[in-house]
């Protein structure tokens, strides 16, 4: 029996790094926007639940989006691949709670924002994931897929 460590295949790799590639520059710029900028954004999260038809179609464009990643990436082998997955459950998730109960998620943001504490915990989550989102982008962008093959050694004479 061997010990080998299996890996995914090269083609779910690559899959992988080009989910990467989109998921991890999107992440980055805004979730480290978020961090710089979120209590002058107070009037954006304002605007956005005043109509709840925006509310609505954000949550209907985000449940899309993460079936659209869950669907294409089906791998949950290392790091980075369940990074990728783990987003779409996340967006998808995040979705579904702003079309079946907008009021709760507007509640959470307006506690978060009124208190400075909280506030201050999500800038510093949101600037967790645009790291995470810059390593995504470098992992997409400039890493190689590893072989899946056994190395081939010369056969002694």
Known sequence: MSSAKVSASVEA???TRAFA???GPY???FTLLYAFRLPDQLWLIDALFSEP???FMLGALMIGGGLVIIGGHRSWR???AITISAFGWFVALRGLLLVADPTAVQAAVDATMLSP???LLARVFFGLLGAAGLLLT???WFTKPASTEPA???AAA
């Open 13 to 15: 790799q690559l899959r």
């Open 21 to 23: 590639r989109v998921i």
């Open 27 to 29: 992440v980055a710029t």
């Open 53 to 55: 038809a925006l509310v």
């Open 78 to 80: 290392g790091p980075l």
């Open 117 to 119: 504490t909280a506030t």
């Open 138 to 140: 470098y992992a997409g």
């Open 152 to 154: 081939m050694r010369p």
